[in-house]
């Protein structure tokens, strides 16, 4: 999540791809943190919260979030 962070971070802020983006990942980075706060690695409150399947499949999704803001920045729809 922190690489799509920094990534996104060379988006133009006023872009909805990042502001949308941005939102949906801090949140998600914020679930992991909280349930890996010290020490612990609640991979079942994690799965809950996240909502997207198994742990595999979060991080599988987060994988292909970077993958596409990669292309995104590549892409450019974001410049006029």
Do not use: F
Not at 21 to 35: C, D, G, M, N, Y
Request: hydrophobic residues 40%; aromatic residues 4%; glycine residues 4%.
């Amino acid at each position: 999540y922190r690489a799509t962070l920094s990534l996104l971070s060379t988006v133009p802020t006023s872009a909805v791809y990042r502001q949308g983006t941005e939102a949906t990942i801090r949140h998600k980075l914020s679930i992991v943190e909280r349930t890996t706060a010290n020490g612990a690695n609640d991979v079942a409150a994690a799965e809950r919260e996240l909502d997207d399947g198994q742990i595999e499949e979060a991080l599988q999704l987060a994988r292909d979030e970077l993958t596409l803001a990669e292309k995104m920045l590549e892409w450019k729809p974001c410049v006029s």
